[in-house]
């Protein structure tokens, strides 16, 4: 498949060349952002990096995943919290030309304060400039035509942002001020009421073998033509080609691992079919709703292979994704002074925890790994619980949310709202007692011996105010205070698709605050 769409990927360039070369630039536009913002993180992040929760002793033929039981989190008020301020740069420039073609480079910088500019040797006061080779990123730099041939049809090529629907999948955002884009082809069909974009990106080059770049293919469309109720649906798939090997050794082991089926592992083939039921902008009568679903299939042998049992050789060569993923939200505007808007929403990760083994697996030293594949949410920006961190890849969650916006002054809105945050499949521990405050396992070599996890990551308190300065500027204060569950403070597999452990030494309640100004030129 990859190697066709090189083959159109050229034609396409062929043809987009010559177009190019035959217009006439007429006008040059320059813009750009600014965004700095702080940021407070209370009673969350371990101090000195990962932890391990549990020890490998009490975990032996488990396959608990990449991280093991490693946990950045801490959920206690021992230590320093965590604190940073950082800034976003985006510096662009556009260029219309005759025939409906433009050029667009945006250049980008992300940088902590503090870091990358002058030596950080006080004492000495030795002013020795530390590497900022990496500082300045190309986000986008494109070429657009539209309107080819005359007909709705646009073509764009180059490095660009692809921000499909509400970004609930695909999106330009990592977090709230750090960007995303992507080296595709994309084609965009638009008229009237109906919208189709179809796009190829190239997520991971692997410069040993072209043919093992990993990449992302989608088509979206959207029809708004009925006005209480528009309608999106589409279909992506993420192929990796690349080899996984968990051992290397002489022909004849490879031979007798083929033999016992272990040590293979294909080709990933992650596919999600999904589609969006949302009002149009600014609502109906009044109401204001969304409902996104997605199911998401195929061979997930790149996430099987990092399955491998504690003690053993092997991962999961069988792995498949088999996950859906919903999000819906319905509000009401009230036409009264400050526009009251009440409004109830929920989401819901698909996520299975297959990290409990039986007796007869504890014994068997040939026993075959599951692996715990969960709703993979590829390049979202949605941050359904800030103070767990989310930063769009928590799934094997769910999440009920009721709050209300509305506006108090004409340049301010606020958010409050109060949600609930709970885990699908949770993960059963060895059994422990706790002994001067810690956890300690009763039987640490019995392994397949566990006790029921919790599901409950906790209760969210938050608020978001905005004040809009003017046009081009704005700034934001938002804060979450969590009430952390069992759930969290035990251990459950959340962050990361569902791959990565969250555990701390306690369950005290947390927060998360941030201060965002963001200036448009």
Same mark, same amino acid.
């Given at each position: 498949?990859?190697? =066709?769409?090189?083959?159109?990927?050229?034609?396409?360039?062929?043809?987009?060349?010559?177009? $190019?070369?035959?217009?006439?630039?007429?006008?040059?536009?320059?813009?750009?952002?600014? =965004?700095? =913002?702080?940021?407070?993180?209370?009673?969350?992040?371990?101090?000195?990096?990962?932890?391990?929760?549990?020890?490998?002793?009490?975990?032996?033929?488990?396959?608990?995943?990449?991280?093991?039981?490693?946990?950045?989190?801490?959920?206690?008020?021992?230590?320093?919290?965590?604190?940073?301020?950082?800034?976003?740069?985006?510096?662009?420039?556009?260029?219309?030309?005759?025939?409906?073609?433009?050029?667009?480079?945006?250049?980008?910088?992300?940088?902590?304060?503090?870091?990358?500019?002058?030596?950080?040797?006080?004492?000495?006061?030795?002013?020795?400039?530390?590497?900022?080779?990496?500082?300045?990123?190309?986000?986008?730099?494109?070429?657009?035509?539209?309107?080819?041939?005359?007909?709705?049809?646009?073509?764009?090529?180059?490095?660009?942002?692809?921000?499909?629907?509400?970004?609930?999948?695909?999106?330009?955002?990592?977090? *709230?001020?750090?960007?995303?884009?992507?080296?595709?082809?994309?084609?965009?069909?638009?008229?009237?009421?109906?919208?189709?974009?179809?796009?190829?990106?190239?997520? $991971?080059?692997?410069?040993?073998?072209?043919?093992?770049?990993?990449?992302?293919?989608?088509?979206?469309?959207?029809?708004?033509?009925?006005?209480?109720?528009?309608?999106?649906?589409?279909?992506?798939?993420?192929?990796? *080609?690349?080899?996984?090997?968990?051992?290397?050794?002489?022909?004849?082991?490879?031979?007798?691992?083929?033999?016992?089926?272990?040590?293979?592992?294909?080709?990933?083939?992650?596919?999600?079919?999904?589609? =969006?039921?949302?009002?149009?902008?600014?609502?109906?009568?009044?109401?204001?709703?969304?409902?996104?679903?997605?199911?998401?299939?195929?061979?997930?042998?790149?996430?099987?292979?990092?399955?491998?049992?504690?003690?053993?050789?092997?991962?999961?060569?069988?792995?498949?994704?088999?996950?859906?993923?919903?999000?819906?939200?319905?509000?009401?505007?009230?036409? $009264?002074?400050?526009?009251?808007?009440?409004?109830?929403?929920?989401?819901?990760?698909?996520?299975?925890?297959?990290?409990?083994?039986?007796?007869?697996?504890?014994?068997?030293?040939?026993?075959?790994?599951?692996?715990? $594949?969960?709703?993979?949410?590829?390049?979202?920006?949605?941050?359904?619980?800030?103070?767990?961190?989310?930063?769009?890849?928590?799934?094997?969650?769910?999440?009920?949310?009721?709050?209300?916006?509305?506006?108090?002054?004409?340049?301010?809105?606020?958010?409050?709202?109060?949600?609930?945050?709970?885990?699908?499949?949770?993960?059963? *521990?060895?059994?422990?007692?706790?002994?001067?405050?810690?956890?300690?396992?009763?039987?640490?070599?019995?392994?397949?011996?566990?006790?029921?996890?919790?599901?409950?990551?906790?209760?969210?308190?938050?608020?978001?105010?905005?004040?809009?300065?003017?046009?081009?500027?704005?700034?934001?204060?938002?804060?979450?205070?969590?009430?952390?569950?069992?759930?969290?403070?035990?251990?459950?597999?959340?962050?990361?698709?569902?791959?990565?452990?969250?555990?701390?030494?306690?369950?005290?309640?947390?927060?998360?605050?941030?201060?965002?100004?963001?200036?448009?030129?």
């Amino acid at each position: 498949m990859s190697k =066709r769409l090189l083959g159109v990927a050229c034609l396409l360039l062929a043809f987009f060349t010559v177009g $190019v070369a035959q217009a006439e630039l007429q006008n040059v536009e320059v813009g750009g952002e600014l =965004r700095i =913002r702080g940021r407070w993180y209370i009673n969350t992040f371990q101090p000195g990096g990962r932890q391990a929760r549990i020890s490998n002793n009490a975990l032996w033929g488990r396959p608990l995943g990449p991280t093991g039981t490693a946990s950045a989190f801490k959920w206690d008020s021992k230590g320093t919290d965590w604190t940073r301020l950082e800034s976003t740069v985006l510096l662009n420039v556009k260029a219309d030309f005759t025939q409906n073609v433009s050029a667009f480079i945006e250049f980008y910088d992300f940088f902590i304060w503090g870091e990358d500019f002058r030596s950080q040797n006080y004492l000495t006061g030795a002013d020795t400039r530390a590497n900022s080779a990496d500082d300045i990123e190309i986000n986008q730099a494109y070429i657009d035509m539209k309107q080819i041939g005359g007909t709705p049809l646009s073509l764009r090529v180059g490095r660009q942002e692809l921000k499909l629907g509400k970004g609930w999948l695909l999106s330009n955002m990592m977090t *709230p001020s750090q960007y995303l884009s992507h080296d595709a082809i994309r084609l965009t069909y638009a008229q009237s009421d109906f919208t189709v974009d179809a796009f190829a990106s190239r997520i $991971v080059p692997v410069m040993q073998d072209p043919f093992d770049d990993v990449d992302l293919y989608g088509v979206y469309g959207t029809y708004a033509g009925f006005k209480p109720l528009s309608v999106s649906a589409y279909y992506l798939l993420l192929h990796d *080609p690349r080899e996984v090997n968990d051992t290397q050794g002489a022909p004849i082991r490879e031979w007798a691992e083929r033999l016992l089926d272990v040590d293979h592992y294909g080709d990933t083939y992650l596919n999600t079919l999904g589609f =969006r039921l949302f009002s149009p902008v600014g609502g109906y009568e009044g109401f204001d709703y969304d409902w996104e679903f997605a199911y998401q299939f195929g061979t997930a042998d790149s996430v099987g292979a990092a399955y491998r049992p504690v003690g053993k050789l092997f991962g999961d060569g069988h792995a498949n994704f088999n996950n859906i993923g919903t999000e819906a939200a319905v509000g009401y505007t009230f036409d $009264v002074k400050m526009k009251p808007r009440p409004y109830l929403s929920g989401v819901f990760f698909q996520g299975h925890d297959n990290r409990d083994i039986s007796f007869v697996d504890w014994l068997n030293p040939f026993s075959k790994p599951h692996a715990s $594949v969960s709703f993979n949410r590829l390049f979202s920006e949605n941050n359904y619980c800030p103070t767990i961190n989310d930063n769009g890849s928590i799934s094997n969650f769910w999440q009920v949310a009721l709050g209300v916006d509305f506006a108090p002054l004409d340049k301010v809105t606020v958010r409050v709202q109060a949600a609930y945050d709970g885990v699908v499949d949770p993960f059963s *521990p060895p059994v422990t007692r706790r002994i001067f405050g810690k956890r300690v396992p009763v039987a640490p070599f019995l392994s397949f011996w566990t006790q029921s996890g919790s599901d409950e990551l906790g209760w969210e308190l938050a608020t978001r105010i905005k004040y809009q300065y003017s046009p081009d500027l704005y700034f934001l204060l938002y804060a979450n205070y969590l009430f952390v569950g069992d759930g969290l403070a035990h251990g459950a597999y959340i962050h990361n698709n569902g791959t990565d452990f969250s555990a701390g030494s306690d369950n005290h309640d947390a927060a998360y605050i941030f201060l965002m100004s963001v200036l448009k030129f």
